[in-house]
């Protein structure tokens, strides 16, 4: 014989204070098929305290060597970002592997064609021809396509130009007219 306890509807009992509680005393879900979260928001402060304090006392043993998530290499701690929410202290992936990562979803950049253009424009800047600086990509932001590696100043001298040409050339030309001006 099966027992069937009736709850009043909008109440949910908490598993940690076992208290049958109203849903707005519990945190929205969105991952839950109610869309109530399992502990009230009490028990829910109180658990996510404790975990803070546990895990804030925890040594953070930063490790010479890490194998990447992504490349499977051992590579030294320095070729990863640091993390605070890791308990190692360091991403999962190399800095190399989030890199090509981010430009595969930030610019549909496939891997390894950042290493191909770099190679196509000498690892020089495909605006003003520097070679002593990280390169950056550049594209249109009317419609995305990238259109080479240039920079950082050149990125942001374009990017406050608007992206257009004519304002560019205006640029240049205030700048050669007042250069031949004596001071």
């Known amino acids: 014989m099966r027992i069937i306890t009736l709850r009043a509807e909008n109440v ?13 005393e519990f945190y929205f879900d969105r991952t839950k098929r109610l869309r109530i979260g399992t502990y009230c928001k009490s028990c829910s402060i109180t658990i996510a305290a404790a975990t803070y304090e546990r895990r804030k006392a925890m040594p953070k043993v930063t490790p010479e060597f890490k194998l990447c998530g992504t490349c499977t290499e051992e590579l030294p701690a320095s070729a990863f970002w640091g993390s605070a929410a890791a ?51 550049d594209h249109r932001h009317s419609d995305g396509i990238v259109r080479g590696l240039v920079c ?23 700048l050669i007219k007042t250069a031949e001006v004596p001071s």
């Not at 979803?105 to 770099?118: A, C, S, T, V």
């Open 12 to 24: 949910k009992l908490c598993p940690v204070c076992v208290i049958e509680k109203p849903h707005g």
């Open 87 to 137: 308990l190692d202290g360091l991403m999962p992936e190399c800095k190399d592997c989030r890199r090509e990562r981010v430009r595969g979803y930030r610019y549909g950049l496939p891997p390894g064609e950042y290493d191909r253009m770099l190679e196509e424009q000498a690892r020089c800047c495909a605006s003003c021809g520097s070679d002593n600086q990280l390169l950056v990509v």
């Open 152 to 174: 950082g100043n050149c990125n942001t001298a374009i990017g406050l130009m608007g992206d257009d040409p004519d304002r560019l050339i205006a640029a240049a030309l205030y």
